[in-house]
T-cell receptor, first 111, second 115 residues
Framework: DQQVKQNSPSLSVQEGRISILNCDYT??????FLWYKKYPAEGPTFLIS?????DKNEDGRFTVFLNKSAKHLSLHIVPSQPGDSAVYFC??????????FGKGTHLIIQP | AAGVIQSPRHLIKEKRETATLKCYPI?????VYWYQQGPGQDPQFLIS???????DKGSIPDRFSAQQFSDYHSELNMSSLELGDSALYFC??????????????FGPGTRLTVL
């Protein structure tokens, strides 16, 4: 049973526009959420995180929003750049060491 | 900046053989995590170590074992390999001192192919 769900396998956005990647989770014990970016032949690279006590965290072009009641989080990238093309993984953590990942969304930034 | 190092990057083995994957964490990181990512799948947590002791266990098969050494590097030992073990194996590290809310920094992965 997938506890972290990224329902969009891929997303295409024009350069300069906003990219919004969504993630839903089912486990109420999750209290820390992370977004990772992955290029082919490389390991996931940490992007941004948010604790469950917050509803927003911003870092440059990247903002993560958390809606605990809906068990939903989203990553906003503004403005989108060609180098943002990659697979984005949503991950969650709750008590245990290991992260629970979603299946990823392949973001394609079109010129 | 130094990153997590994994070796080898690629490994090809036959069924029923054994394999050993190595992970060298970022300097001053004392916690190591192992993940397995099958084709088209999300990374699945296998096991973690903190200060050379097993910290948490995920979906690691009994055929696999791991340990963390005094220099904090870790090895994942896989025996009686099966075709389904073909996957990308990631190692991640983090500093534990900051508490539970620490980002995990991932290595480039080892691609294991079992023939």
């Amino acid at each position: 049973d997938q506890q972290v769900k990224q329902n969009s396998p891929s997303l295409s956005v024009q350069e300069g526009r906003i990219s919004i990647l969504n993630c839903d989770y089912t486990n109420s014990m999750f209290d820390y959420f992370l977004w990772y970016k992955k290029y082919p032949a490389e390991g996931p690279t940490f992007l941004i995180s948010i604790s469950s006590i917050k509803d927003k965290n911003e870092d440059g072009r990247f903002t993560v929003f958390l809606n605990k009641s809906a068990k939903h989080l989203s990553l906003h990238i503004v403005p989108s750049q060609p180098g943002d093309s990659a697979v984005y993984f949503c991950a969650a953590r709750g008590g245990a060491d290991g992260l629970t990942f979603g299946k990823g969304t392949h973001l394609i930034i079109q010129p | 900046a130094a990153g997590v190092i994994q070796s080898p990057r690629h490994l090809i083995k036959e069924k029923r053989e054994t394999a050993t994957l190595k992970c060298y964490p970022i300097p001053r990181h004392d916690t190591v995590y192992w993940y397995q990512q099958g084709p088209g799948q999300d990374p699945q947590f296998l096991i973690s170590f903190y200060e050379k002791m097993q910290s948490d266990k995920g979906s690691i098969p009994d055929r696999f074992s791991a340990q963390q050494f005094s220099d904090y590097h870790s090895e994942l030992n896989m025996s009686s390999l099966e075709l389904g073990d073909s996957a990308l194996y990631f190692c991640a590290s983090s500093p534990r001192g900051g508490g539970a809310f620490n980002e995990q920094f991932f290595g480039p992965g080892t691609r294991l192919t079992v023939l």
